[in-house]
T-cell receptor
Framework: KAGVTQTPRYLIKTRGQQVTLSCSPI?????VSWYQQTPGQGLQFLFE???????NKGNFPGRFSGRQFSNSRSEMNVSTLELGDSALYLC????????????FGPGTRLTVL | GESVGLHLPTLSVQEGDNSIINCAYS??????FIWYKQESGKGPQFIID?????DKRQGQRVTVLLNKTVKHLSLQIAATQPGDSAVYFC??????????FGKGTRLSVIA
């Protein structure tokens, strides 16, 4: 069974631009969570989706948004990029919100110049 | 490889010795705990989990201990190998709330 896929793996943008990251969960998994990982703040929760509905949202500004499609694939968007948005963005998939084990993808490394 | 954390606490262990990685959690309502391993350039990988109704759980070469009285979690790795070198994160959750991750500990295995 294929694991969680995230595209692109690496991305370089400039301040003020926007970016869209994609996550394909493990087949059969209907829940997806997104995390931002930085050296200073560690792993911080962004959003959680289940069956196209956002169930939880972390403490991030409105520039960060996401969605989930009917095939469980998810995207997150960051608008008006800032230098501080440079991070590894991780997606995790799991069977359902009540199921604890989350499987992480390799992440998308975003660099904002 | 990518730097997961520049200023993480580091544990250096001789190959073949046992490793103990500690984690303090803050939410007394947390009922589920999990340990992840993250190697450079990769996403976190599940190691072992434990629910709050248990105080010990064993896996292959790993044991997780939970002390709810002092809100402390530990991961023990037996016969540490070079391949165990990575950053280890503990995470907690209460009910269906999102996982809250600790800052991580870097394990360095000396051959």
């Amino acid at each position: 069974k294929a694991g969680v896929t995230q595209t692109p793996r690496y991305l370089i943008k400039t301040r003020g631009q926007q970016v869209t990251l994609s996550c394909s969960p493990i087949s059969g998994h209907r829940s997806v969570s997104w995390y931002q990982q930085t050296p200073g703040q560690g792993l911080q929760f962004l959003f959680e989706y289940f069956s196209e509905t956002q169930r939880n949202k972390g403490n991030f500004p409105g520039r960060f948004s996401g969605r989930q499609f009917s095939n469980s694939r998810s995207e997150m968007n960051v608008s008006t990029l800032e230098l501080g948005d440079s991070a590894l963005y991780l997606c995790a998939s799991f069977t359902s919100p009540s199921y604890n084990e989350q499987f992480f993808g390799p992440g998308t490394r975003l660099t904002v110049l | 490889g990518e730097s997961v954390g520049l200023h993480l606490p580091t544990l250096s262990v001789q190959e073949g010795d046992n490793s103990i990685i500690n984690c303090a959690y803050s939410n007394s309502a947390s009922d589920y705990f999990i340990w992840y391993k993250q190697e450079s350039g990769k996403g976190p990988q599940f190691i072992i989990d434990i629910r709050s109704n248990m105080d010990k759980r064993q896996g292959q070469r790993v044991t997780v201990l939970l002390n709810k009285t002092v809100k402390h979690l530990s991961l023990q790795i037996a016969a540490t190998q070079p391949g165990d070198s990575a950053v280890y994160f503990c995470a907690e959750r209460s009910g269906n709330t999102p996982l809250v991750f600790g800052k991580g500990t870097r394990l360095s295995v000396i051959a």
